[in-house]
Each structure stands twice: as structure tokens, then as C-alpha cells.
């Protein structure tokens, strides 16, 4: 707990640019509130590779978003459930669900798509707020956080350098 932790401090103390931070945290929900065994998890990991985004950062709030995840199925399952029988909707899922490529995207499961909606529409927002947050600690607290003697202390260790050439 305490590398990870640590490592969580030299990601946000390094030169890697708040967007990439951000937009790794953005996809990890995704992957964390989403059933993994899904097809758009396979279009999400893609991604997370195609894309210059921190892959460190995506699977931290990849496992603190499958912890929320658990607690918020309830409001998936309504979200997915009001999707899956909207009148408008239903002549369109019937079509996709004829089709067998649909079928594997499991679109008919009301946590997937409750869950993937709305981790789409959080999304940006998301990743918006990461980054005013990632850019206000390094403006206003980060040398402050330097300076304390604990920091000081585990920067002087052996252990804390062999952890940051680790990450390297």
C-alpha cells in the first residue's frame, strides 16, 4: 500500500502533463464501473495503448471505480433498465439483439449499459476536474509537500530511490 502510494506521489510530482494523468483516470472508470467481460472494455484497453495516456493512473481508479462499482449497481441496473424499455428504444434493441456482433457488446444487460452510459457521461468530467486538480496541487501545494522532513526523509532513503528508478 505504501509503494503504491508513493508511487501515486512521484506520478503527480513528475513531468507527465495533467491531461495524461486525467484522461488515464477517465478510462480507468470506465473500465472499473463496466462489467469487465465486455466488448467496449476490449475498445477501452485499446485505447488506454493507442493514446498517450498514463496507464499507471487508469488502473489505479480502474480498481477504486470496481470498489464504487459494487455500490452503485442498483443505480446501473435502474439507468439500464430504463434505456433497455424506453418505447422509443425498443424496435432498435430488437434489431441489435438479432445481430450476433451485437450480442457481444451484452448491450441487453442493464448494469452494462446503465454502467457504460454513465461512465460515458462522466467521462469528461471527470477528466476536467482531474486535471484542474493535478494542476492546482502543482501549483500550490506540491513544493510545500516537498519541503515537510517526512518527504525529505523517505526521498533521502534507499528504498525510495530504488522505488522511483522503478518507475522510471
Partial sequence: MIRQAIKLFLLLNSETSAWQL???ASFGM??????FLSL??????????ALRVNISFALLFWGICSGFAYLLDNQFHQLGWSILNAPALIDLFSAMYNHPLWRWTKF?????????????????PLAAALKWAIVRYRLRWQARVEKLRVVQALKASRWFNSLNQLGE
Fill in 40 to 49: 467496449h472494455n476490449l475498445v477501452v484497453v485499446f485505447l488506454l495503448l
Fill in 108 to 124: 441487453n444487460n442493464t448494469v452494462v449499459i446503465g454502467s457504460l452510459l454513465a461512465s460515458l457521461l462522466l467521462f469528461f
Fill in 22 to 24: 486525467a484522461l488515464g
Fill in 30 to 35: 470506465i473500465l472499473g464501473f463496466t462489467p
